[in-house]
C-alpha cells in the first residue's frame, strides 16, 4: 500500500525558510507526477506547485521565485523549498502524487499535511 509521509513543516518569522519533504512509501508503484498543495483556515485548497516525472515544474503565480519543487528519484521523495516566507504562506500543506500502481492503474494520493505557519 502506497502512502505519502510528509514532514518539515513548523513556525518561522516572515522572510525565513522552511523545506519541506514527502517520501512515497510501499512498493509495485511509479510516480508519474507530484507536487503540493496548500490549505489556510476560512480557504479552498490551492495548487502550489507540481512536478512530472520528466521534470518539468508548475508553480502558483504567489510562489514563483520564493518556492522551489524537486525530486529525488532514488528516494522517492518530493521537497518543496520555500524562501522568503511571507505570512499569507501560512496554512497547511498536503504533498500530492499521481501514483501508477503496477498491474492496477493510476490513482490519485495525498498525505496527511504539515503545518506551516509564518509570523509576521
Known amino acids: 500500500q502506497v502512502q505519502l509521509v510528509e514532514s518539515g513543516g513548523g513556525l518561522v518569522q516572515a522572510g525565513g525558510s522552511l523545506r519541506l519533504s514527502c517520501a512515497a512509501t510501499?512498493?509495485?508503484?511509479?510516480?508519474?507526477?507530484e507536487g503540493w498543495y496548500r490549505q489556510a483556515p476560512g480557504k479552498q485548497r490551492e495548487l502550489v506547485a507540481t512536478?512530472?516525472?520528466?521534470?518539468?515544474?508548475n508553480y502558483a503565480d504567489s510562489v514563483k521565485g520564493r518556492f522551489t519543487i524537486s525530486r529525488d528519484n532514488a528516494k522517492n521523495t518530493v521537497y518543496l523549498q520555500m524562501n522568503s516566507l511571507k505570512p499569507e504562506d501560512t496554512a497547511l500543506y498536503y504533498c500530492?502524487?499521481?501514483?501508477?500502481?503496477?498491474?492496477?492503474?493510476?490513482?490519485?494520493?495525498w498525505g496527511q499535511g504539515t503545518q506551516v505557519t509564518v509570523s509576521s
Open positions: 500530492y502524487g499521481k501514483i501508477l500502481i503496477t498491474y492496477t492503474g493510476e490513482y490519485d494520493y
Open positions: 510501499g512498493s509495485g508503484f511509479s510516480i508519474n507526477a
Open positions: 512536478i512530472t516525472s520528466g521534470g518539468r515544474t
